[in-house]
């Protein structure tokens, strides 16, 4: 059965079990996904590639079959899909295999596709195309997430952002996510702002190095201070990523310690959090107490300050307080 994505909130997805999601918009097949299926399914997630999965048919058929007390039901999750899978699923499909799901993700599927015309006639099954994102799409998302965020910008700078972002969602995401750390409690941005802040897509990625560092990866968070020289507004703009970071780190750690359950409090997390965000996230509150995190929100501050205050030495000061974060 084909559904558009739009249709997506009026269809009852815990009565299918049963998914092809496929198009050149990885981003937007992977929003879906973490967004709106994964939810009302199992949480006993695996992943496979179509590759593993040929290479021992047999293999994967008796796991998806096995029962167990601690895993009475699962999702699984194949990428790079092709019409190569079409009888394993053809068969899957004709044994209605009880407490069990499957997302298929795919890239793009030619009409005469096996495998696609599987999904879209079967009513069973729910098949949903991911066109690319075209200017409009990516204004409307741009223009919903600074009205919900409450952020003054014009239409021009809305335009210039979308502009800049060479047509993938994934990238616009991130940029707003950089825009917002930025902006703070003024709320407002100029065009010079924008302009400085999507300029630094060439150089480096904000939001990388505040990870890397987070995670204790000093290799990384050294090849990304090695690569660049940061201006003032770069050195702002970093701190203001890692006091973002951080805030939002520490509601999921006080939520984790409340109900033992990580993969819980990321799901139920609000604003929802964003699919490839997840793992980092995983492993960084492993690393970090609460205590912790408190206190490094303190530092971030009053490093932001001494920046200010001295900015003939910001860029040491930045690198000190980055790379003092990566120390066990």
Known sequence: MIVKFFELKKKRLDNYSLFLLYGNNKGFIEETIESFIKPILSKNIFNYEESEILKDIESFMEEIQN????????????????DKIYKLIDEILEKKIIDLSIILKAGSLEKKSKIRNLFEKNKETICIPFY???????????????????????????????????????????????????VGTK??????????????????????????????????TLNIINENIFSIEDNILILRVYLAKLKRLLKIKKETLLNKNVDAALLTFKPPIFWKDKDVIKQQIKIWTYDKIQELIIKTNNTEYLIKKNPSISNNLITNFILEQTKN
Do not use: P, W
């Open 132 to 182: 690319e994102d075209n200017v409009q799409s990516l204004t409307t998302i741009a223009s919903n997430y600074f009205r919900d965020k409450k952020i003054n910008i014009s239409q021009e700078n809305i335009n210039l952002l979308v502009n800049k972002t060479g047509g993938d969602r994934i990238n616009l995401k991130n940029e707003l996510e950089k825009i917002n750390a930025f």
């Open 67 to 82: 029962k167990s007390f601690f895993e009475n039901d699962k999702l699984i999750i194949i990428s790079r899909v092709t």
């Open 187 to 220: 709320k407002k941005i100029n065009t010079d702002e924008i302009i400085k802040l999507t300029n630094l897509v060439e150089n480096f990625n904000v939001s990388d190095l505040v990870d890397s560092s987070l995670m204790r990866n000093k290799r990384r």
